[in-house]
Nanobody
Framework: QVQLVESGGGLVQPGGSLRLSCAAS????????IAWFRQDPGKEREGVSC????????RYADSVKGRFTISRDNAKYTVYLQMNSLKPEDTAVYYC????????????????WGQGTQVTVSS
């Protein structure tokens, strides 16, 4: 059974940090690029970051560059998103997704999705 399960979301004050985790099972993680997307109610789903299958290449949306870091540990079947210097506009449901090919900003090009985890940044 293929599964992606996000965890680590919660309520944090502006300027704070969170680390999201995406635990994978049921497929060969090292063959897949993994992306993080986010979506607030009434808004389009936005690509946040992506890491290649090898872990060598990473990509970030301009809005999070310099604040967020994506990484993966294939031995632990887990991908992480470290989020620092959080802003209220980072508030959203965050999803991880897996693609057998290259990283893409298009959600419909991903094969597997997690259920999402809520991140709320508020003072």
């Amino acid at each position: 059974q293929v599964q992606l399960v996000e965890s680590g979301g919660g309520l944090v004050q502006p300027g704070g940090s969170l680390r999201l985790s995406c635990a994978a099972s049921g497929f060969t993680l090292e063959d897949y690029a993994i992306a993080w997307f986010r979506q607030d109610p009434g808004k389009e789903r936005e690509g946040v970051s992506c890491i290649s299958a090898s872990g060598v290449s990473t990509r970030y949306a301009d809005s999070v560059k310099g604040r967020f870091t994506i990484s993966r540990d294939n031995a632990k079947y887990t991908v992480y998103l470290q989020m620092n210097s959080l802003k209220p506009e980072d508030t959203a449901v965050y999803y991880c997704a897996a693609a057998v090919s290259l990283c893409s900003r298009m959600p419909n090009e991903y094969d597997y999705w997690g259920q999402g985890t809520q991140v709320t940044v508020s003072s």
